[in-house]
């Protein structure tokens, strides 16, 4: 079998080879936002898909230049650069130049195909992500800068939800007498609103604080997922709508089982992993940045395509 060579692999070729086919025997598991995505993806750049602007000189009419639009999208390998950019502008401009800590909050495997198939439930990592940390910090007295990115694959590309956060090595100090401080980002949202970042504070004042104590994470996220999750799916169950896939927990007994025997099975918490202190906010948001915005697999990783075969690297964490 003779491999398409070329200076870098492209996954818009790939999907050109593929898409239609895959579609056709996998309607069911493409939904309209995965599909709208491929779309804007196969036609970027493509004059007679997405269209193209025009531009002429005004003196010299005949002179015609045609630039191919761009789809924006980003799970597109070429557009996903422009994002990412803007996402670390933003964070650098609204984080405080201190030491940070990358903290990653996993969850087990006997959720991974349930939080998969039915999304409206994976805010509820979030939701025990950031309160595990908000809470600690709440405790120690001060207010921390935190941005959370979700992940559902791998490095391998098989499911693997996790929570990505970057946290301040401390924060703005906490008094009784609290007044709103809000901030503005100058970038806008679709819908032209000014997107907002507030903290509270009274007369702001920074503590430093350099430990997360590891295996209190583990425990309080265990704790704050869990409710968090059966407080989701109850309100399902309870819905005009309820998810046919989640009746099994309509009986409180069998719901309450569920949770009992996780709780058994990991006994020390769920897996939270706590970096190293990184002093240089730049370089972390960036690092953050090109890790956790990025399309689930980059064109570099591709090492051989052979229509038939995509061959590509990961870094194998077990």
Known sequence: MEAI??????????????????????????????????????????PDGLGYMTFACPVHPEQVCQIPLSCKS?????????????????????????PYYHITFTVPSEFRILLFEKKDLLDA??????????????????LPAITAVIHTFGSDLKRHIHIHCIISA?????????????????RKKRNGEI???????????????????????????????????????????????????????SDPNVLQAFFDDLKNEYSKGFYVHVSEERKDLKATVGYI??????????????????????????????
């Open 170 to 186: 401390g924060g703005l100090k906490l008094n009784q007498k609290q007044k709103r401080y809000t901030r503005y980002v100058k």
């Open 125 to 142: 990592v979030f939701s025990a992500a950031t309160e595990t940390l908000l809470s600690f910090c709440k405790e120690q007295g001060f």
């Open 195 to 249: 997107k907002k970042i507030s903290v509270v504070v009274d007369n702001p004042k920074w503590i430093p604080h350099s430990f997360f104590p590891y295996k209190m994470l583990h425990k309080r996220y265990q704790a704050l997922l869990i409710e968090h999750l059966k407080k989701r799916i109850t309100k399902n169950i309870n819905s005009d709508n309820p998810d046919d896939d989640l009746l099994i927990f």
């Open 74 to 98: 980003r799970f597109c390998s070429v557009c996903a650069k422009v994002q990412i950019d803007k996402w670390v502008s933003d964070m650098n401009r609204l984080f405080p130049n201190c």
């Open 5 to 46: 060579h070329s200076k870098k692999f492209s996954l818009k070729q790939i999907f050109k080879d593929h898409w239609s086919s895959f579609i056709k025997s996998h309607k069911t598991l493409v939904t309209w936002y995965i599909a709208y995505n491929v779309w804007k993806i196969l036609n970027c750049r493509e």
């Open 289 to 318: 940045g090109r890790y956790a915005r990025r399309p689930p697999l980059s064109e570099v990783r591709i090492k051989n395509y052979t229509f038939d075969y995509v061959t590509f690297e990961y870094k194998d964490y077990y």
